[in-house]
């Protein structure tokens, strides 16, 4: 449980309440408050490198997705096709599907392509927001080999009923509306939010990829165009529904559902006409969890259940002569998971904890196209058991070992062991060393194994073996806190999957990689007040070095220890959000160096993602009228107007702002 | 760094009169880079991205196809829909043809009409290569399938007639009046044929790669097919096995002997004497899905260039070969060589 060390009103609303993070559950959690004192020497959590996001951060973030508060806030590098478009995650050098994501504990990956887009889910949504890196992820579930991205929502028992409704309106059209409502006694409670966001997302750029030619002095020129075809629309429910029968169980219910419609926009070289090549994609998706956590004496039992849902729809539409708009692909997908845990936990007070789960889940896909007929029909069922042990040993040494046994379908899956150790270095001082070293598998998704065409069935899991350590230390004195870690990590995974186009004209997924990804991950955060004054300073570096070690194709095969593709060597942010009584200001500042597309890592000048530079700044106000508390804050992205690219040829939004205005009763 | 800077960068001047190859390299798709390499096999001297370098202009995305008429480069760019003009002794840009929805292949009819296939059109454009517009469609629609057919693909001209194999999820070659741009008879082949060829019979041979295996629209063994001059009619001439992937037909400038590839690249003889060879080993391994990906073979020297594009996400390679299979040379290539385009002397 985390240590309360001043409590004040937050700047702006309380959109976000602030809270504690620990290892115990929110039942005991206490209200608002604004500097933790997390606890860093925690025996259940021993040689684990985790991130809980700040609720600050999640709070100046509200009205954004994930993907910019992934990609702004931490070191997860955040592969994004364009504002608004796919965002995958790329944790610690490995690929988008090595990035397990759970939302209330239950796993959102699609088990059709495995890995997450980010720019879905709104931080709106969000109570906490914790990461853990690498084999931490293990704590759980496997399949984590970069880590985990853990989203969780929370009651808030103390607080009164209320009212908020939250308007942003920006540049490109862009218009976010946000309308929660919490009601409930210290019993029962609940909570719902709804969202909608929309933008028409035509910012211009010069286009490059365009050739205007003088007909008399030949002379070539580049347009300037609109980023046409790129607008999304994207809104959602969230309910929480908490009940509290007595004070040591709590029952819990939750339900996210979401529609996002989303035009995908034609390669920026695309000269065709006007009505071809038109692509759009429509996600839907329903999740629900029911929980019951009790704790007694003997310790925690939970049981949990969850159900996710998906339906995407991609269509292309091109015009034929005669026939009008005619799709030339129209892919239905479904995608239906069941979650079910069982967990007890015990002797979390003492020097020695246990604790074992069991996990079975039930997967059940299908995708068709009903131009081609293509399309394949699949189910998984998973098994997973872990067990693990903790001991203290004099406040000083904290030992951690889970392991992990799963089958999929009936077959045995290798055992996944886990050893941690943090080490206090100082009695009394919050400086601790720590390490882990594990062994983690990521099975191919169900696309890897069936999708038609190209789906391989012979594929393995892809097997990853850990080592890494670090040192965390924090200090806090007298309303300031200053948090620093260093991690270093070398992880092999063999068996990496790639799909690669081949001959026959479709791609195909194969395990032609082994990649050694190593690192280095390193936060400072530096926060407190003075009197009327409170700032919060914070900053991330990741060197990230993930290099393919597989076997060359063939003799010209130049890409064997080079850097994989789309993934910077250098990358970090700042973050500095200063307070003044009803004034606050927010700098955010983003770098990230080249990035290749080549697997030889050529550079020309022709495609280069060329290292780029982020600076956004953010001020406002919040102040109270009678009852109402209000907020106004203006906010500059890309204040510099710098161009930049994070994929070939699409280029990214200049300056462009964002006015949000937040009233709550 | 700023685009400014990246795209403002002083540009070689050439001047190449003599006979040369271009490479078309289709870079990845909807990462817009796509590259053009020329090759002179007097020399061996290989210019690396000469239309961008020349010109300050990426092709775009997925270079398919190029085809050279009198002294101009006609580079069929398929997911930009457009095909771009050139100086082929110079590499500047001359113009370009856009309007197309995703054009692959360009065939000349006169100075100033050709044909440019498509994939999604279901109708093949009709060009003025003179005025650079789009003038007409032939609309080549089978509005019944559920494949949407057809897509067309590679064109042969055999007297007033234009053929056109029709790959995707189907199994014909069409054929097109050129006095009259329609369609007025359909050749059914075998399952999903990829490349054609006109030996010096005028006999029209087809290389049909059987389908995908799994595909709902069905497979069968791959089969190399002959079409009299004139006929309406395909004859089988060679059977695959089932699972062989056959693609890249191409043949000789004399016409009597065809290539392609199959894994390890073939030869065979159009009279039909022995059964097809190989001629050139592929230096991957067991089923390994990668590997040679272009073929074509000098019209003049008779030399076979084999295209690798390796993983396709890195610089690829070109094989030159006597036409015995001898190795001559390899040079570096752009993204994903796909095509090969073999330029006469320009006077």
Redesign the interface.
């Known amino acids: 449980m985390g240590r309360v060390v001043w409590i004040m009103a937050v700047a702006g609303l309380s959109v976000f309440p602030l809270y504690s993070q620990g290892i115990q559950d929110s039942v005991y959690a206490i209200e608002e408050v604004a500097i933790t004192v997390e606890q860093i020497f925690v025996k259940e959590q021993a040689g684990m490198k985790q991130t809980n996001v700040d609720s600050m951060v999640l709070h100046n973030k509200v009205s954004l997705s994930l993907s910019d508060l992934l990609s702004e806030n931490t070191s997860v590098f955040i592969k994004n096709h364009g504002r608004g478009a796919l965002a995958t995650a790329s944790f610690r050098g490995t690929s988008a599907s090595h990035t397990q994501v759970s939302w209330n504990g239950i796993n959102i990956n699609s088990p059709m392509a495995g890995m997450v887009d980010f720019s879905l889910i709104p931080v709106y949504i969000i109570d906490e927001l914790n990461l853990k890196h690498g084999s931490a992820s293990l704590a759980d579930r496997s399949g984590g080999i970069g880590g985990s991205i853990n989203i969780n929502n929370r009651a808030e028992w103390n607080e009164k009923s209320s009212v908020g409704y939250l308007q942003g309106i920006g540049s490109y059209s862009t218009f976010d509306e946000f309308l929660q409502v919490g009601v409930g006694n210290s019993k029962i409670r609940s909570k719902t939010r709804l969202y909608h966001n929309y933008s028409k997302n035509d910012y211009t750029f010069i286009n490059h990829g365009i050739a205007i030619i003088d007909p008399v002095s030949g002379d070539i020129t580049n347009p300037i165009d609109t980023n046409d075809h790129a607008a999304y629309l994207r809104y959602g429910l969230l309910q929480e529904i908490y009940y509290r029968p007595g004070s040591n169980h709590v029952v819990s219910l939750k339900y996210w559902g979401q529609f996002a419609d989303r035009t995908i926009p034609k390669p920026t070289s695309y000269e065709g006409p006007d009505n071809s090549n038109l692509n759009n994609q429509v996600d839907r998706d329903h999740r629900l969890v029911a929980d019951w956590k009790y704790y007694g004496d003997f310790g925690k039992v939970m049981v949990r259940s969850g159900y996710a849902g998906k339906r995407l729809d991609y269509n292309q539409m091109n015009r034929v002569p005669g026939l009008g708009l005619i799709p030339a692909i129209w892919s239905e997908s479904r995608q239906q998971s069941l979650y079910n845990t069982l967990s007890y936990s015990g002797g979390t007070k003492g020097d020695l904890s246990w604790e074992g789960t069991i996990d079975l889940n039930y997967h059940q896909v299908g995708s068709a196209d009903s131009v081609s007929s293509a399309g394949y029909t699949g189910h998984r069922n998973e098994l997973s058991t872990m067990f693990a042990v903790r001991k203290s040993f004099n406040d000083r040494v904290n030992l951690n070992l889970m392991l992990r046994q799963e089958w999929v379908d009936g077959k045995r899956v290798p055992f996944i062991p886990y050893f941690g150790m943090d080490v206090r270095l100082i009695q009394g001082v919050d400086l601790v060393v720590k390490g882990n070293i594990a062994r983690n598998y990521h099975l191919p998704t169900l696309n890897d194994l069936y999708w038609q065409p190209g789906g391989n069935p012979g594929l393995l899991p892809e097997e990853g073996f850990t080592m890494e350590g670090g040192v965390a230390y924090q200090q806090e004195l007298s309303g300031h806190l200053l948090k620093t870690e260093l991690s270093l990590y070398r992880s092999h995974i063999e068996n990496w999957i790639i799909w690669i186009p081949s001959y026959r004209g479709f791609w195909e997924p194969r395990n032609i990689r082994r990649v050694l990804s190593k690192g280095v991950e390193c936060n400072i955060e530096l926060q407190g007040y003075f009197s009327e004054f409170n700032y919060r300073l914070s900053a991330t570096y990741g060197y990230t070095s993930a290099v393919n070690e597989g076997d060359p194709l063939v003799w010209s095969d130049e890409s064997y220890g080079k850097q994989l593709v789309y993934i910077p060597l250098h990358s970090g942010n700042m973050m500095a959000h200063l307070g003044w009584g009803n004034l606050f200001f927010t700098y955010q500042y983003s770098a990230y160096s080249e990035r290749c597309t080549t697997s030889s890592n050529d550079v020309t000048r022709r495609d280069r993602l060329y290292p780029y530079f982020m600076n956004d700044i953010s001020a406002g106000s919040s102040f109270r009228l009678k009852r109402l508390d209000l907020s106004l804050e203006v906010k500059v992205n890309n204040l510099f107007n710098e161009p930049y690219h994070t994929i070939l040829y699409r280029p990214m939004p200049g300056r462009n702002w964002q006015l949000v205005f937040k009233i709550q009763i | 760094?700023?685009?400014d800077q990246?795209?403002d960068?002083e540009r070689p001047v050439y001047d190449i009169p003599f006979n040369g190859i271009f490479v078309t390299n289709e870079g990845?798709f909807?990462?817009?880079?796509a590259?053009l390499t020329y090759y002179d096999p007097e020399t061996r001297e290989v210019y690396d991205?000469v239309f961008?370098n020349t010109?300050?202009?990426?092709l775009?995305?997925v270079a398919h196809s190029m085809t050279i008429r009198d002294s101009l480069g006609y580079v069929v760019?398929n997911?930009?829909?457009?095909i771009y003009i050139f100086n082929t002794r110079t590499f500047?840009?001359k113009?370009?043809i856009?309007?197309?929805?995703?054009p692959r292949y360009i065939h000349f009819i006169s100075e100033t009409k050709a044909y440019v296939t498509d994939l999604?059109?279901?109708?093949i454009a009709v060009v003025n290569p003179a005025t650079m517009e789009v003038t007409g469609?032939i609309?080549v629609?089978n509005?019944n399938s559920?494949?949407?057919q057809h897509s067309t693909e590679q064109m042969l001209q055999y007297d007033r007639f234009v053929y056109t194999n029709c790959w995707s999820?189907d199994n014909q070659v069409l054929v097109i009046d050129a006095e009259t741009d329609r369609v007025v008879d359909s050749i059914e082949v075998l399952k999903q044929p990829n490349s054609m060829v006109l030996d010096r019979h005028q006999t029209l041979w087809v290389l049909c790669?059987g389908g995908?295996?799994?595909?709902?629209?069905g497979t069968e063994p791959p089969g190399l097919l002959k079409i009299g001059a004139g006929s309406t009619e395909a004859e089988i001439v060679h059977r695959f096995s089932s699972g062989e992937?056959p693609?890249e037909l191409k043949i000789n400038g004399g016409g009597d002997t065809l290539y392609f590839?199959n894994g390890d690249v073939y030869r065979y003889a159009v009279n039909g004497a022995t059964d097809p060879e190989v001629l050139i080993e592929s230096?991957?391994e067991g089923t390994?899905?990668?590997?040679?990906?272009g073929l074509d073979v000098d019209p003049v020297s008779s030399e076979v260039y084999v295209a690798?594009?390796?993983?396709?996400?890195?610089?690829g390679?070109v094989y030159r070969f006597t036409s015995e299979g001898v190795p001559v040379d390899?040079f570096?290539t752009g993204?994903?060589p796909g095509g090969f385009c073999f330029k006469p002397a320009v006077p």
């Open positions: 760094m700023k685009d990246l795209w960068f990845n909807m990462y817009g880079n590259s991205d961008f010109n300050a202009i990426p775009g995305d760019v997911n930009s829909g457009r500047e840009m113009g370009k856009t309007g197309l929805t995703s999604y059109a279901r109708s469609a609309p629609s509005s559920n494949f949407y999820y790669d995908v295996e799994g595909s709902p629209y992937m693609t590839i230096p991957y390994m899905v990668t590997g040679f990906y690798d594009a390796i993983d396709f996400v890195q610089r390679m390899t570096r993204i994903a």
